[in-house]
């Protein structure tokens, strides 16, 4: 059973910063890519940031240049540093991961964080 268990949100003020990390546990082949999506009260939940094994990062428009997304491939482990935060990156923030259960042809399999609750208020 595949876990992935999720840290570091909490409150900060505007201008702050935090990191945020998500560890995956239990018996698989590989990780195809790890994500970072938040969701805020009454909106749909959006990817933030994504990274692909072997291929690098992406951003949506709103978090270029303050958020940078990486890994520990040894640890399994997928980081948020969240820079210059603003009021309106309030939300709770989920990782993502594509799995591959068995082996390197196995279809890929999408499990989810808890989530982790992030706000900006001064």
């Known amino acids: 059973q595949v876990q992935l268990v999720e840290s570091g949100g909490g409150l900060v003020q505007?201008?702050?910063s935090l990191r945020?990390?998500?560890?995956?546990?239990?018996?698989?082949?590989?990780?195809?890519a790890m994500d970072w999506y938040r969701q805020a009260p009454g909106k749909q939940r959006d990817l933030v940031a994504s990274s692909t094994t072997g291929r690098?990062?992406?951003y949506a428009d709103s978090v270029k240049g303050r958020f940078t997304i990486?890994?520990?491939?040894?640890?399994?482990?997928?980081?948020?540093?969240?820079?210059s935060l603003k009021p309106e990156d309030t939300a709770v923030y989920?990782?993502?991961?594509?799995?591959r259960p068995y082996s390197s042809g196995?279809?890929?399999?999408?499990?989810?964080?808890?989530?982790?609750?992030?706000?900006?208020?001064?």
Do not use: E, H, K
């Not at 945020?20 to 195809?32: E, K, M, N, Q, W």
């Not at 990486?70 to 820079?83: E, H, I, K, P, S």
């Not at 989920?94 to 799995?99: E, L, Q, T």
């Open 14 to 16: 505007p201008g702050g």
């Open 20 to 32: 945020l990390s998500c560890a995956a546990s239990g018996s698989f082949f590989s990780i195809t």
């Open 56 to 58: 690098g990062a992406n």
């Open 70 to 83: 990486f890994r520990d491939n040894a640890q399994n482990t997928v980081y948020l540093q969240m820079n």
């Open 94 to 99: 989920y990782c993502n991961a594509a799995i």
């Open 106 to 122: 196995s279809t890929t399999v999408p499990y989810w964080g808890q989530g982790t609750q992030v706000t900006v208020s001064s």
